[in-house]
């Protein structure tokens, strides 16, 4: 198969020039001023952005949770993201604290094989450490999953020990693996959420005071500890709040390898979403929760100046009725809304038109944050997260003058109600490539599910 890509704009992390690309075998074979050859299909790209396809370095699609199940599956969750521009999901794998290691690593990679219409890999949680523990991550990390995922967060589910903790990174710098990190501090959570419920305050909008800023800067600095002790990299995810921020910069400056990362759900939207009437505010509640409008600004600056080095989702979708539902008071409370806000389809969409189109962010920068450094941070660069010779063929035509709304109508992702309802949107991938195959055209999904590949991920020291 023989995909031709004439007259585009080829933006990446470094480079801005217009040129014919030519695909053969999944991978990207030539660029050219012009390239005339025979091929299966040409698609002219003038007036188009090609990027490079983008890589979304934190979402769930299987995921037991609170009491109920995410949402969507492969088929739903790879479909969305490719729609909206991602060739690449790295997952979180999250086992229960009782399960083995390796058998929910099967678990989780069963339920993208052979399904996944975009290539895949996780993050391999650690739940438990004992003295079986090593090996099974060391086979794990064979299989080219070189990330570890830590929460510092939802005692007796997820949450780790600090002994447990030290190990984790401990054994991560042996191998030269990531470890990742949702950073709060699960005990001040815990103390919180029983005052606020003590005193009848039951509703979605007290999610937030329950998580305050402090929560997240405490766990971040606990976190940094660790890695400055043991030499491990890590990697925080979802960080929400200047404060966050502020707590890992003494460590990044001492020399600690520490990478911060954002989600687009904290750039556009704010905690008065939490606080909607009719308990429309647990479609918005996760952890961290949406912050103050305040805390935007500084995300902005930090994601343009470099100081956070990626935007993901942590695309966690759970339906409204029947399952945020759970938390619904009188007979519930905020502490059983199941956590997320599903947005895998519009991460993309959203920071170019909050950012790009306002003029926040250059092009270049835009494909940094949503691709080339997560490549980069998690071993999969230059095969992916650029354009050039031998690397993957994943690309994504981008239509600058398209114009649309977002609405849980059109939407791909298999939730009844979506976080962005009525959101004006600026741009859009028209045409998206997954290792050459055309998996969207004109915006809708026109690929093959179990055409995803996991991924081979090198370590740090590779």
């Known amino acids: 198969m023989k995909l031709l890509i004439k007259n585009g704009r080829i933006i990446t992390a470094d480079q801005d020039y217009v040129a014919d690309i030519l695909v053969e075998n999944e991978i990207v074979s030539q660029i050219a001023t012009s390239i005339d050859t025979d091929a299966d299909e040409t698609i002219d790209a003038s007036g188009k952005y090609v990027f490079p396809g983008f890589i979304d370095p934190h979402v769930h699609i299987y995921l037991p949770f609170m009491g109920t199940y995410a949402k969507d599956t492969y088929d739903s969750g790879s479909r969305a993201a490719l729609v909206g521009g991602t060739t690449t999901l790295i997952e979180m794998c999250c086992p229960a604290r009782n399960e083995d290691p390796i058998e929910a690593y099967e678990l989780w990679k069963s339920k993208a094989e052979g399904l996944s219409a975009c290539d895949f890999s996780f993050h391999m949680g650690v739940t438990i450490f004992d003295e079986t523990t090593p090996d099974k991550l060391k086979q794990i990390v064979d299989d080219g999953i070189t990330s570890f995922k830590v929460f510092l967060a939802y005692k007796g589910a997820f949450g780790v020990t600090d002994e447990e903790l030290f190990h984790t990174c401990k054994l991560a710098s042996e191998l030269g693996v990531v470890v990742t990190a949702h950073c709060e501090n699960a005990d001040l959570v815990s103390q919180r959420q029983a005052e606020l419920i003590a005193e009848g305050k039951l509703g979605p909008e007290y999610h937030e005071p329950s998580r305050p800023v402090t929560v997240e800067a405490s766990g971040v600095h606990h976190f ?196 962005f309802e009525g959101f004006e949107i600026t741009g859009r991938p028209e045409v998206v490539t997954c290792r050459g195959q055309v998996s969207v055209r004109d915006g809708k999904f026109v690929g093959s599910l179990g055409h995803g590949k996991l991924v081979q991920r090198s370590t740090k020291a590779e």
């Open 224 to 419: 940094c500890t660790f890695l400055e002790m043991t030499g491990a990299s890590g990697y925080i995810v979802h960080t929400s709040c200047r404060d966050a921020v502020e707590a890992a910069m003494p460590f990044r400056d001492r020399g600690v390898d520490v990478t911060l990362e954002t989600v687009i759900p904290y750039l556009v939207l704010d905690n008065t979403y939490a606080e909607l009437p009719n308990f429309e505010g647990a479609k918005y509640v996760m952890s961290p929760p949406i912050r103050d409008k305040t805390h935007q600004a500084f995300l902005w600056n930090a994601i343009a100046s470099g100081t956070i080095s990626t935007v993901a989702t942590d695309h966690a979708p759970f339906d409204f009725a029947g399952q945020k539902e759970m938390g619904r008071p009188p007979e519930s409370n905020f502490t059983k809304i199941p956590n997320g806000i599903p947005s895998v389809e519009h991460r993309a969409t959203l920071l170019y038109t909050a950012g790009v189109s306002t003029g926040r962010l250059s092009l270049r920068r835009f494909v940094e944050l949503v691709s080339t450094n997560a490549a980069k941070q998690f071993g999969m660069f230059p095969q992916k997260g650029t354009i050039q010779l031998g690397a993957h063929a994943d690309l994504v035509i981008w239509d600058p003058s398209y114009r649309g709304t977002i609405s849980a109508s059109s939407h791909v992702m298999d939730t009844d109600y979506d976080g």
